[in-house]
């Protein structure tokens, strides 16, 4: 199946990368759902933006912790980097990611769009400063504004938000122009983001799914299943591409 996989992205002529928490899982990253995800552990209420705007330094205790002290120490593992090889050599356009961790642009992608936003950058409602979370000092919580002192929000999208419309556009035109969605690491349920893999199969896409369990994509829309983890499917797409990554200290999955 990586043989004919391999296949049918060489035959195209724009493929995108679709992605999920499982991409990171390997990376030492839970994900949210599930009897081992972060909702197990934390209360989602910390990410609404209602709780956010009315109780800001208790929810930065939260944000912080999982987002800063705990994510901020994983590193790109050989999926991510394999998507930046295969870019590399013209077979894949972009990356679309529900993920806010910024592993693909460590791992090497250049094309990313982020769905749900990232945490590498920091925002302020009120005048609309941004800063890389490198400019904030976080132990003093919570992080304002050097320009109006308002409370700095994670520009990630908060549970009661919209999708930015730039990166929702932009997602739907790749889902309608692309004739290969590669679909990693994501179960299928969380919308919106979860409506643009259907999309582009309604557009002609072939759908490549990899997954170490079947999704809500698998029995609908899938084209080819590659069940396995994040690193060794993709793995196992580079050889039958005839592509190399270099499986360094970076990967965590060791």
Not at 2 to 19: G, K, L, P, Q
Not at 28 to 50: A, V
Not at 109 to 130: I, M, N, P
Request: charged share 25%.
């Amino acid at each position: 199946m990586y043989d004919e996989a391999a296949e049918i992205i060489r035959n195209a002529r724009r493929v995108t990368a679709f992605t999920g928490a499982g991409i990171s899982v390997e990376s030492g990253i839970p994900p949210f759902r599930g009897e081992e995800g972060l909702w197990s552990r934390y209360d989602p209420t910390c990410l609404d933006i209602t709780y956010f705007n009315a109780r800001p330094e208790e929810a930065w205790v939260v944000i912080r912790e999982i987002f800063y002290d705990f994510f901020g120490r994983a590193k790109a593992n050989l999926a991510h980097r394999g998507l930046a090889v295969m870019e590399a050599n013209d077979l894949l356009h972009t990356v679309i990611t529900q993920n806010i961790d910024n592993l693909h642009q460590e791992g090497g992608s250049r094309e990313v769009w982020e769905f749900h936003g990232t945490a590498q950058q920091l925002v302020c409602a009120a005048c609309g400063q941004d800063y890389h979370v490198s400019e904030v000092d976080l132990k003093d919580l919570p992080p304002r504004c050097g320009r109006c002192e308002h409370v700095l929000k994670p520009d990630f999208v908060f549970f009661g938000e919209p999708i930015p419309e730039r990166v929702h556009s932009r997602s739907l035109y790749e889902a309608q122009t692309s004739d290969v969605f590669l679909v990693i690491g994501t179960t299928g349920e969380v919308t919106p983001a979860s409506l643009i893999p259907p999309l582009a199969k309604r557009h002609g896409a072939h759908i490549i799914e990899i997954n170490p369990e079947p999704s809500a994509f698998t029995d609908t829309i899938t084209d080819v299943f590659l069940q396995a983890k994040a690193t060794e499917a993709v793995a196992g797409l580079l050889q039958a591409l005839g592509l190399e990554c270099d499986d360094d200290a970076t990967r965590s999955d060791q």
